[in-house]
């Protein structure tokens, strides 16, 4: 097996690299970080999301573990006192996985330059850097509605927890398959009017988005942002790869949820 380490630079987190990496060493687990069979990352969710778009090219062949040295994270596992039993369930891994589902995002320029593709573990949102933004929402091919207010985000079913639930959007199991879209500040009144409410588009449709103005958007996929290019239109559906976590002892979704937005007393 080898295994990458992915941290951030946080003082808590470079300490608990060292002793991952010396354990794993003394362990004869070999530290590759080029081509790993599990990425290891320490920090945080927004960790988790950095190493996930630096391997998203080797998604096919490799589960993600993460260890958070903070606030508890909603993608990670293991506490930053819990190094010593990692290294014994990596020892002991069979290949067990749990996958979750991720959003293909296509953008198309207005210039004519060739399209973009990119891999979303959360969301993607468009927004327009000042005023109002107009949009044409399209569904599987047909005008669905004219949009108009600050933007909107597109997430997938575990995303569904982070800006989504901000704005309104519901908390999607990821058994689902599907891309959730939610309205951000939307106008609604005699002479704008959209649907004003969360849609959960399944994975054989797509949900295609054309600005009325090509130019002053901003486009996020996770923590990655596309400004000052003149955006034609945004594709997105659900994609046909997947993110894969090692399931040592990986929490269900639910009761990710319930600590992180509820943490009732047990």
């Known amino acids: 097996m080898k295994v990458s380490i992915f941290g951030n630079n946080g003082p808590a987190s470079m300490k608990v690299s060292r002793a991952l990496k010396a354990g794993l060493t003394a362990a004869g687990i070999t530290i590759d970080s080029l081509d790993p069979d599990i990425v290891v990352t320490v920090g945080g969710d927004g960790t988790l999301l950095s190493a996930f778009h630096h391997y998203n090219d080797r998604l096919d062949h490799v589960r993600f573990v993460g260890i958070h040295t903070g606030h508890l994270g909603f993608y990670t596992d293991w506490r930053d006192y819990e190094v010593q039993e990692l290294i014994k369930s990596l020892i002991e891994d069979n290949g067990q996985s749990v996958s979750y589902p991720l959003l293909n995002i296509k953008v198309e320029y207005a210039d004519g330059t060739h399209p973009d593709e990119a891999l979303a573990l959360n969301e993607s949102t468009i927004k327009k850097v000042s005023g109002t ?90 923590q990655l942002a596309i400004e000052g290019r003149p955006i034609k239109a945004i594709t997105y559906q659900i994609a046909k790869q997947r993110i894969s976590f090692a399931e040592y002892r990986h929490t269900h979704f639910w009761q990710r949820v319930e600590s992180s937005f509820i943490g009732r007393d047990r």
């Open 133 to 222: 933004m107009v949009a044409d929402v399209y569904i599987k091919g047909e005008l669905f509605e004219s949009f108009r207010g600050d933007g909107l985000c597109l997430s997938t079913p575990t995303g569904s927890t982070a800006y989504n639930k901000s704005v309104g959007g519901a908390v999607l199991s990821p058994h689902f398959d599907a891309v959730q879209m939610a309205e951000i500040a939307s106008i609604n009144n005699l002479v704008f009017r959209t649907l004003g409410s969360p849609l959960i588009i399944p994975a054989d449709e797509w949900v295609r988005i054309e600005p009325a103005a090509a130019a002053d958007n901003i486009l996020m996929c996770d």
